[in-house]
C-alpha cells in the first residue's frame, strides 16, 4: 500500500519532488499522467508522484487533472497526498495554485492545509509570508519576466487569496521556531477558525522539518519539494541504477529561466549547439527537426546545445513556445530513434513536451546533480527506456550541460 500520494503540476516539479522523496526514504516513482497509476505501482513503490502539465492550462482543466490523479493516486491505496506546485509559486493571477488546492481539500472532505514553496536548498525562503529568490523578494527576481508566469508581487498571501474564495492566513517564523506541538495547534486553531491555506514561513531545511511534523494531522500537504524533506519514507534503498551507451550528449533547452541562459551559454562554450528559429519553425517544421538532428548526431560534440533562449531578449513573441515545444519533442523523439539514449531537458513545459513525444510512461529516480536535479531511467510505452536530466528552469549550476554526464556516461 502506498504511503503518499503525489501531484505536480509540471513534469520537472514531479521529478525535482520524487527526488527529496526518494532521499527521505520512499522508494518513489514519477508517472505521467492519472492513467499511468497501476496496481503494480502501488506494490512497488511507497510514492507516487503523478505529474501533470496544468501549471499554466485553464483552470478547469487544472482541477480535472488533479481530481482524476487524487482518484487514480487512492484506488491504489494512498491516505496522504501532496500537491507539488513551483518553488517560485509559479502560476497566474486566477490560478492554478489556489482552485486546484481547493479542488483538492474538497474532495478529501478536508478543512486546511498548508501552503509551504520555500526551497532553501536552492535559495527559495519564506518569510512575513514574502517568497525571497536568493536575497531578492520574488517580484525583484528573474521571475518578473517569466514568458508564461511572470511573478510581479511576492506576498503568498495576497498572491493565494486572489485564486481562491476561502480564507488565507499567515503563520509566521515566530510560531515555527516554537516547536512543532505547538506549531501543531496553532495550525489547528487557525483552521477551526475557519482558515483553509494556511501560509507557513520558513527560511531553512530545519524549519520544514518542523513544518511537516506539524502538519502531520493534515491528508493534504502543499509546496515545493523542500517540505517533503521533513517526511518519513520506510528508509528503502531506492535510487535505480543509470546506465548511459551512447556517447552523444545532447540538451534539449526550451526554458527561458536566467540561470538556464546561463547554462546554455556555458554548454556553448564548451561544445557546440544551434538556436530555435521561430520563424524557420513555422514555414517548415520537419526540415528545421530533420537539419538540427543530423547536426546532433554529428557530434561527439560535449555538448550539443539545442535551445530556444539564451538571453532574454532572444523572447520575441510568447505565441511562439508551443511551436518550440513542437520542435524539441520532435528533436527529442528524432534522436532517441536513431540511438540515443541520454538527454538532458531543461524546462518544467518543454519537459512535458519532450516526455509526450517519447511516450514515456513512467520514471525512476537516479542519482542526484545538484538540489533538485538527478538523471532519471524513463520507460516508454514501446518498452525501451531513456536516460533523462529534466531540469528545472532555474535549478543546477553554471556547467551544467557539461558535467551531467560525468559519472553516468
Ligand atoms: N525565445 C522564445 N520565444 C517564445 N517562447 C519561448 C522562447 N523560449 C522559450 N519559450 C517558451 O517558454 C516556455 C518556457 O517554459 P519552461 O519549459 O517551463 O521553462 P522555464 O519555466 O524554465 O522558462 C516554453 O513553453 C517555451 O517553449
Ligand atoms: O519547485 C521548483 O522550483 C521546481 O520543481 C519547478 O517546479 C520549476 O519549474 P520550471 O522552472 O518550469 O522547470
Redesign the pocket.
Known amino acids: 500500500m502506498i504511503r503518499l500520494g503525489a501531484i505536480a503540476d509540471?513534469l520537472?516539479g514531479a521529478t525535482d519532488l520524487a527526488i527529496t522523496l526518494t532521499a527521505a526514504g520512499f522508494r518513489s516513482a514519477v508517472v505521467v499522467g492519472h492513467e499511468a497509476v497501476t496496481t503494480e505501482l502501488g506494490e512497488q513503490a511507497d510514492a507516487v508522484v503523478v505529474a501533470l502539465k496544468s501549471?499554466?492550462s485553464p483552470v478547469d482543466q487544472a482541477v480535472s487533472a488533479s481530481l482524476a490523479a487524487l482518484d487514480a493516486l487512492q484506488r491504489i491505496g494512498a491516505e496522504r497526498f501532496y500537491f507539488k506546485y513551483?518553488s517560485t509559486f509559479?502560476s497566474t493571477p486566477e490560478g492554478n495554485i489556489g482552485p486546484v488546492t481547493e479542488a483538492l481539500l474538497d474532495a478529501l472532505d478536508e478543512d486546511a492545509t498548508v501552503v509551504c514553496p520555500s526551497f532553501p536548498a536552492n535559495g527559495r525562503t519564506v518569510y512575513q509570508g514574502h517568497l525571497f529568490v536568493g536575497s531578492q523578494p520574488l517580484d525583484e527576481s528573474p521571475m518578473r519576466h517569466?514568458?508564461?508566469?511572470p511573478m510581479t508581487d511576492s506576498n503568498l498571501v495576497r498572491l493565494m487569496a486572489a485564486q481562491t474564495r476561502a480564507t488565507v492566513g499567515l503563520v509566521p517564523l515566530q510560531e515555527v521556531h516554537r516547536g512543532s506541538s505547538a506549531l501543531r495547534e496553532v495550525l489547528m486553531s487557525r483552521a477551526r477558525d475557519g482558515v483553509r491555506h494556511l501560509v507557513v514561513d520558513a527560511v531553512t531545511d530545519d524549519d520544514l522539518r518542523t513544518v511537516a511534523e506539524a502538519a502531520g494531522h493534515l491528508k493534504l500537504l502543499t509546496g515545493g519539494s523542500g517540505l517533503a524533506q521533513g517526511l518519513d519514507g520506510p528508509r528503502a534503498r531506492a535510487q535505480e541504477p543509470i546506465t548511459v551507451r551512447d556517447r552523444r550528449r545532447v540538451v534539449l533547452s526550451?526554458?527561458?529561466?536566467s540561470?538556464?541562459q546561463t547554462q546554455v551559454r556555458h554548454g556553448l562554450e564548451e561544445g557546440d549547439g544551434v538556436q530555435?528559429d521561430?520563424s524557420a519553425l513555422r514555414a517548415d517544421l520537419a526540415g528545421c527537426v530533420g537539419g538540427i538532428v543530423a547536426r546532433a548526431l554529428a557530434g561527439p560534440a560535449t555538448p550539443f546545445v539545442v535551445?530556444?533562449?539564451a538571453a532574454p531578449s532572444?523572447?520575441?513573441?510568447?505565441?511562439?513556445?508551443?511551436?518550440?515545444?513542437e520542435a524539441?519533442g520532435a528533436i527529442a523523439h528524432d534522436l532517441v530513434d536513431r540511438g540515443v539514449d541520454s538527454l538532458v531537458v531543461?524546462?518544467?513545459?518543454?519537459?512535458?513536451?519532450v516526455v509526450s513525444a517519447l511516450d514515456i510512461t513512467d520514471l525512476r529516480l537516479g542519482p542526484t546533480l545538484s538540489p533538485g536535479v538527478a538523471w532519471a531511467r524513463a520507460a516508454r510505452r514501446s518498452g525501451d527506456d531513456v536516460m533523462v536530466v529534466l531540469k528545472?528552469?532555474?535549478f543546477g549550476g553554471a556547467d551544467l550541460f557539461t558535467t551531467a554526464w560525468d559519472g553516468v556516461a
Not at 532572444?314 to 515545444?325: F, G, H, K, S, Y
Open positions: 509540471d520537472t501549471r499554466t513551483c509559479d517569466h514568458p508564461l508566469t526550451g526554458s527561458a529561466s540561470m538556464t530555435l521561430p535551445y530556444a533562449t532572444d523572447v520575441r513573441n510568447l505565441d511562439d513556445a508551443p511551436l518550440i515545444e524539441l531543461a524546462g518544467g513545459e518543454t519537459s512535458g513536451a528545472s528552469g532555474n
